[in-house]
């Protein structure tokens, strides 16, 4: 697609994140909606997200951005009209820490005055329920039925179809080079095919949004974190259907892919930067992990896998709101590893925030001068 010479506003990059942007604004009737990726949509850390979708947070911003999450993706074949594989599955945290029974107790009693069906569960009902753990150590459970997983690449389709559909031009191979200034006022931005005169500026560039903030002078402290995935060999017996497992302790994860599972965890040696590479250094931990609660998995083969980028904030949560200086300088990044479960609420909420609207939920608290200094436990 030619690029054009104006813009009413430009969105960088083309995750779920900015794909659902381009889509809530261009449906809303903004004019000359423009998004630019410097490679192919999706091909950042969308691609290589695991697609866990739920409302299981402890706090309320958390758990209604996860919510409106559900909401949106149950209705996706309808608007913006896209199969994306939802299953609600459910979302079963495994707990053998008497503070984090405690913690998640609190939790669940604010999801379920917020609407969300969670619980807390018996060990034995856990099991029923994921019949691959072993249970030895388990104090509890939470579950919600509500939550699942689907698939993140036709997400990003979907929202792309959708904002073309309504007039948004989406570029590809268009990399970010600078933003004008001028005062106070963004005035353009420069990249590898030309330049766009635009009054207004989207960050949505994932891991990469500390160097496209640096180009208009805003602060946004997001770092990139490698995670990596593994799938297993087709599994003729495995009981059906599966809930996205998590052994909170260690981290642990697993769901349904296919006719195996998708395995994953965090590597707490893991050092910040634009890793890419995949690697065997953390598949010891892995495999202690899965030997205490899933041990059944060492005797499946793994067939491939993946590392993605993970983009952290200190605190684990969002960065969403507008700068003052520049003005119209927009952003929504470092999401921590819920941003492709929260894409939908976020496209709603820079939309309104675009448009001078009141969103649905106040995201002030997420704004990327706050203080950042206790960082948020539930992170998985």
């Known amino acids: ?79 913006p009209g896209q199969e994306i594989d939802l299953h609600r599955v459910g979302y079963l945290f495994l707990l053998s820490r008497p503070e984090d029974v ?51 690449e036709s997400v990003v ?38 330049r766009i005169e635009t009054p207004a500026v989207v960050c949505a560039a994932g891991a990469w949004s500390a160097a496209v903030g640096e180009m208009a002078g805003v602060s946004l402290p997001v770092t990139p974190l490698r995670r990596q995935i593994v799938f297993t060999e087709p599994m003729p017996d495995l009981p059906r259907p599966v809930p996205m497992t998590i052994d909170f302790s260690s981290t642990l994860y697993f769901h349904a892919e296919g006719r195996g599972l998708m395995i994953g ?19 010891p931990r892995l495999g202690e992990a899965m030997a205490a609660r899933a041990p059944s998995l060492l005797e499946v083969g793994l067939t491939s896998g993946w590392a993605g980028l993970y983009e952290v904030t200190p605190d684990h949560n969002a960065l969403i709101g507008e700068s003052e200086s520049p003005g119209r300088f927009l952003y929504a990044t470092g999401f921590s590893g819920h941003g492709f479960l929260q894409g939908p609420a ?3 909420i820079i939309r309104d925030l675009y448009l001078g609207r009141e969103p649905f939920v106040d995201v002030a608290p997420l704004s990327a001068t706050r203080g950042m200094e206790r960082p948020e436990r539930n992170v998985v």
């Open 157 to 194: 389709l979907g929202y792309a179809t959708g904002a073309r559909r309504h007039g948004a031009r989406l570029v590809t191979g268009c990399a970010l080079l600078g933003i004008e200034t001028r005062g106070g006022e963004i005035r353009a931005v420069r990249t590898s095919r030309g």
């Open 265 to 283: 965890m965090s590597d707490p040696d893991e050092r910040p930067g634009f890793l890419l590479d995949r690697t065997d250094a953390w598949l």
């Open 1 to 79: 697609m030619d690029l054009p010479a104006r813009a009413g506003v430009v969105v960088v990059g083309g995750g779920v994140i900015g794909t659902s942007i381009a889509f809530h604004l261009a449906e809303a009737g903004v004019r000359d909606v423009v998004l630019v990726e410097r490679s192919a949509l999706g091909s950042g850390s969308t691609c290589k997200a695991a697609g866990g979708v739920r409302a299981q947070f402890s706090d309320e911003i958390n758990i209604r951005l996860g919510a409106r999450g559900l909401e949106a993706f149950a209705r996706f074949g309808e608007r």
């Open 102 to 152: 405690a913690a998640f107790e609190r939790g669940i009693a604010l999801q379920n005055a917020l609407g969300v069906p969670s619980r807390m569960i018996t060990v034995a009902e856990a099991r029923r329920l994921s019949p691959l753990i072993e249970t030895e150590g388990l104090l509890a459970a939470a579950f919600s039925p509500d939550d699942g997983h689907c698939t993140p």
């Open 346 to 348: 976020v496209g709603e």
